[in-house]
């Protein structure tokens, strides 16, 4: 009895390390889900836009989309979420392009046109921090406005912190990435995770105002991650509930556009 009770942890524990083995080789596939494009693929879009490709350190060709305005007050620079390419994610532009904003909207590696695949937090910061060089090449940064949507909440609130946008605005953030997970999955051990993505402490040395939206219905980002974001505001930063907005579609909630209107023209 004995000898079968040792058999049987020993296969419990083996099939835990396996499983914390899975999860951290191949974290990328629960946290990325990528829509893949053809090279030849055309976008369709009814506002004007170019097509930028940007290249990495390691010689990776970034694909981003930069819609324009008719008579532009600057640039959004817009990090999109974790699912879908260009092809979706564009069609937020038009919401900033009618206020008189230019857009960029960035496809990660893996994503659309993009090449490459993601394999760590540090790749995607460099990433965002190199287009984002490119961008102040063609907009003074004084005239450029950070946009982080979901999971690109935590690499807005990360460039913005080790640079110096006007404006910094995160649509449904996470206070962390392991706190999520913690929240969602509190069986998993959170040391095995690769992206941290650190919102909270990203915030805290942004020398930006700080403008947070998010639904008080949020089904994957709970509404209260914000809530403890706000212990980390300076005295000009906002939280801006909108309620009975769930996770998607937020761009298009009238309460949003009227508020992000009127911040853009302060």
């Known amino acids: 009895m004995k000898r079968i009770l040792i058999v049987g942890i020993t296969i419990l524990l083996g099939l835990v390390i396996v499983l914390c083995g899975l999860l951290y080789f191949l974290q990328e596939r629960f946290i990325f889900f990528p829509e893949k494009l053809s090279c030849d693929h055309r976008f369709n879009f009814e506002q004007p836009f170019d097509e930028i490709n940007f290249k990495t350190r390691d010689n990776v060709s970034l694909n981003g989309i930069l819609f324009k305005s008719d008579s532009s007050n600057g640039l959004i620079f817009y990090l999109h979420g974790n699912a879908g390419s260009l092809d979706?994610?564009?069609?937020?532009?038009?919401?900033?392009?009618?206020l008189h904003y230019d857009v960029l909207v960035l496809d990660y590696r893996g994503f659309g046109k993009s090449?490459?695949?993601i394999n760590s937090q540090g790749q995607l910061f460099q990433d965002v921090q190199i287009v984002y060089?490119?961008?102040?090449?063609?907009?003074?940064?004084?005239?450029?406005?950070?946009?982080?949507?979901?999971?690109?909440?935590g690499?807005?609130?990360?460039?913005?912190?080790?640079?110096?946008?006007?404006?910094?605005?995160?649509?449904?953030?996470?206070?962390?990435?392991?706190?999520?997970v913690k929240h969602a999955y509190p069986f998993i051990p959170t040391f095995l995770l690769k992206y941290k993505l650190e919102t909270n402490q990203?915030?805290?040395?942004?020398?930006?105002?700080?403008?947070?939206?998010?639904?008080?219905?949020?089904?994957?980002?709970y509404y209260h991650s914000s809530i403890k974001l706000k212990d980390?505001?300076?005295?000009?930063?906002t939280?801006?509930?909108?309620n009975g907005q769930g996770h998607n579609g937020m761009t298009d909630n009238?309460?949003?556009?009227?508020?992000?209107r009127r911040i853009l023209n302060e």
């Open 254 to 260: 009238p309460e949003y556009i009227s508020n992000v």
């Open 202 to 221: 990203y915030i805290k040395v942004c020398k930006m105002p700080v403008v947070i939206f998010h639904g008080s219905e949020d089904e994957v980002i």
């Open 133 to 153: 060089d490119e961008m102040k090449r063609k907009y003074e940064e004084r005239r450029i406005i950070v946009i982080g949507y979901s999971i690109g909440t």
């Open 155 to 180: 690499l807005a609130a990360k460039i913005s912190s080790i640079n110096y946008p006007r404006l910094l605005i995160l649509q449904a953030p996470y206070f962390s990435l392991t706190d999520v």
């Open 115 to 117: 090449e490459g695949k």
């Open 88 to 98: 979706s994610w564009g069609g937020v532009a038009k919401t900033y392009t009618d």
């Open 232 to 237: 980390f505001f300076k005295e000009r930063d």
């Open 239 to 242: 939280l801006i509930t909108l």
